[in-house]
Each structure stands twice: as C-alpha cells, then as structure tokens.
T-cell receptor, first 112, second 115 residues
Framework: AQKVTQAQTEISVVEKEDVTLDCVYE???????LFWYKQPPSGELVFLIR??????QNEISGRYSWNFQKSTSSFNFTITASQVVDSAVYFC?????????FGAGTILRVKS | DGGITQSPKYLFRKEGQNVTLSCEQNLNHDAMYWYRQDPGQGLRLIYYSQIVNDFQKGDIAEGYSVSREKKESFPLTVTSAQKNPTAFYLC??????????????FGSGTRLTVV
C-alpha cells in the first residue's frame, strides 16, 4: 500500500521568507511518479510537478524547487522568497498507476 | 479553453435523497476520477474510469455510484446509503497513452452539504 506523510500541518511565514514543505512517502512499487499540487482557497487543485522515481536530480522552476531523495523516501518542496499568493494547501503524493495517493496536506500562510 | 467543469458548485441534500454531481471535460482525456476531500484530510479516491463503459472502485466507493457512457462525462451519484456525504468532491481527468505521462487536471469542485 502507498502512504504519504506531510508532518507539517500548518506553516506561517512572512513574505519573502523561504519555506520548505516536507513530504515522506511509502510505496512498494519499483517505478512510480511523485506529485505536488497546490490548492488555493478557490478549491481547485493546481498541478505543480511530477517526478519519475528514476530521476533523482533536483528541479528548479522559478521560485520553486524540489529535492527528491529516494534513499529517505522524501520529496520536499521549497518556495524561495515566498509571496502572499503562495498561501494555499499543498499536497504531495505518489502515483503508482491508477490513482494519486494524497497526504493530508500542509497549509501554508504567507503574511505580508 | 479546455478544462473540467463540475456542477453545481454548491449542493444541498436532504437525508435519504440521492444526488448526482456532474463532471464534464473537453480535454479528450481517457481517464477520469472522483475524489472526496474532508477537512484536514487529503483527497480519497471514490471511483475511477480509464475508458468509456468501464470504471473501478476506489478506496471509499461504498454509498456512491458512477457511469461512463461518454468519454467527456463522468457523473457521480451520492446515494442514500452514504452515511456521511457532507464533503468537498473533486473530479479529475488524465491523458494516458504509450510511454508518456501527464499530470492530472482537476475541476473546481462541488461542495455537498446534507441538511
């Protein structure tokens, strides 16, 4: 069975601070993908990234970066120079084929 | 613009009633999904369909039913057998095929409340 742990229930930062959201997963699949989604107050989930389990290179996209460490089953997400618009609930999870497995989510509040 | 449309945005149901949530996509995606979200919890899979006229139960299918008669439509019926239906429901779709892998596209959700 697949499982995701997002240990940080809620994080509050002041604008322009860097913030890292932790994600630890469990899966028995040898090949899988990992995702991060953002859920703003509107409710719709916004796709941020998907990473193949064979690719352990870190990835950077603008202010966003992701650190994938297969040895510790972690896929952490860092926002650099946070902005108020980053305030949302963030979900991570693996996709073993037919479905996404979501963690409970981390609420990020960025204050101006 | 391509996307997923869920309707209605808010839905109220009396106890003992069945209600149907609509999900339509014009992305030509093969796979469609229904998730339920409760406060403080992640999304849980109710049903999914990878092809027309076929669907599979997810982790919490009891009290729900679906149909997939058309590629673009995947309605979810919340039956009276669902004892705690008040939740936020999200529909998603995904293109599948060959070696390529695509992210999921989500609708804006339907908030169902039992009154």
């Amino acid at each position: 069975a697949q499982k995701v742990t997002q240990a940080q229930t809620e994080i509050s930062v002041v604008e322009k601070e860097d913030v890292t959201l932790d994600c630890v997963y469990e899966t028995r699949d040898t090949t899988y993908y990992l995702f991060w989604y953002k859920q703003p107050p509107s409710g719709e989930l916004v796709f941020l990234i998907r990473r193949n389990s064979f690719d352990e290179q870190n990835e950077i996209s603008g202010r966003y970066s992701w650190n994938f460490q297969k040895s510790t089953s972690s896929f952490n997400f860092t926002i650099t120079a946070s902005q108020v618009v980053d305030s949302a609930v963030y979900f991570c999870g693996p996709d073993g084929g037919n479905k996404l497995v979501f963690g409970a989510g981390t609420i990020l509040r960025v204050k101006s | 613009d391509g996307g997923i449309t869920q309707s209605p945005k808010y839905l109220f149901r009396k106890e003992g009633q069945n209600v149907t949530l609509s999900c339509e996509q014009n992305l030509n995606h093969d796979a469609m999904y229904w998730y339920r979200q409760d406060p403080g919890q992640g999304l849980r899979l109710i049903y999914y369909s990878q092809i027309v006229n076929d669907f599979q139960k997810g982790d919490i299918a009891e009290g729900y039913s679906v149909s997939r008669e058309k590629k673009e439509s995947f309605p979810l019926t919340v039956t009276s057998a669902q004892k705690n239906p008040t939740a936020f429901y999200l529909c998603a779709s995904q293109a599948r095929g060959g070696e390529a892998f695509y992210g999921y596209t989500f609708g804006s959700g339907t908030r169902l409340t039992v009154v």
